[in-house]
């Protein structure tokens, strides 16, 4: 039978909500997007058999952001053909082989690949790490989480990050922060760690973001922020994720330290 790409509408909701709730863990970017009213120019994508939805994607054609749904290889290479010659892919996240097989389809030179794993993290595995000291971040907190994420964004690539414009980082900053997105660890007056929800859904939350300024490390801050917003979180979600970069030994030191377990499900992030 053959497959056939459409651009998803209110009247997929249904459909696409069973496709992606099947294993919602790994789909919690696409679901927490679709929920959102403010995406802009982002659209979904889905992969037809007849009526059967079988694969999606979100893509923001001004960004070249695609993020696939956890499907098969074909299905992901399907959607990136039809997608061919609309966006051009700049950045992509989700199950490795989903990513390699858009990446092949979209890119005709090979962009930087950094492999992640996905771990999780359920309320009998967290371990006692809690912590008054962390808050919701407000918009007072904008500029210095700027400086932070562009940090992070230097580091996570070896001093050479993607190439971004400063209001482009300003307007998703803000824009976490006015979702209430954005959790702070503050010592002594000043930030020492942020962690972000980068989706939250009934099914579960992704956290993400896990950054800790150089001069606040090796003292235990991203261990109790990351464990005090996972205990708030998991109290009124059931399961958490945390992608992290096989490259991150640090972050997955933390990670394993507050309760998160698994790994075995392997992730990529494509930068062009």
Not at 31 to 39: G, I, P
Not at 129 to 138: D, E, P, V, W
Not at 173 to 187: F, G, K, M, S
Request: glycine share 8%; with cysteine; aromatic share 4%.
């Amino acid at each position: 039978m053959s497959l056939e790409v459409r651009e998803l509408g209110t009247e997929h909701d249904a459909a696409l909500r069973g496709l992606l709730s099947v294993d919602a863990l790994r789909n919690l970017r696409l679901l927490d997007a679709w929920e959102e009213t403010s995406m802009g120019p982002s659209r979904h994508y889905g992969l037809f058999s007849a009526q059967r939805l079988l694969a999606a994607a979100l893509v923001e054609p001004s960004s070249g952001r695609i993020w696939p749904s956890a499907c098969a290889p074909h299905h992901a290479r399907a959607l990136g053909t039809s997608l061919a010659g609309t966006v051009v892919l700049r950045s992509s996240l989700g199950d490795r082989p989903a990513v390699e097989a858009l990446v092949d389809t979209l890119r005709p030179s090979k962009p930087r690949l950094i492999a992640h794993r996905l771990f999780t993290a359920s309320p009998d595995n967290l371990g006692p790490f809690t912590s008054r000291a962390l808050r919701l971040a407000n918009e007072d907190d904008g500029p210095r989480l700027v400086q932070m994420n562009a940090a992070e964004l230097a580091e996570s690539f070896d001093g050479d990050p993607p190439a971004e414009g400063a209001e482009v980082l300003e307007a998703r900053v803000l824009h976490h922060i006015r979702r209430r997105r954005t959790w702070v660890l503050e010592l002594g007056g000043s930030l020492a760690t942020k962690v972000e929800v980068g989706a939250q859904t009934r099914f579960g939350a992704e956290l993400e973001g896990v950054y800790t300024v150089p001069e606040h490390r090796f003292c235990g801050c991203a261990t109790l922020a990351l464990g005090q917003l996972s205990r708030n979180l998991l109290s009124s979600t059931p399961q958490l994720t945390l992608r992290i970069a096989d490259s991150a030994e640090g972050l997955l030191a933390v990670a394993r330290k507050v309760g998160y377990v698994g790994g075995s499900v392997p992730q990529l992030l494509a930068i062009a």
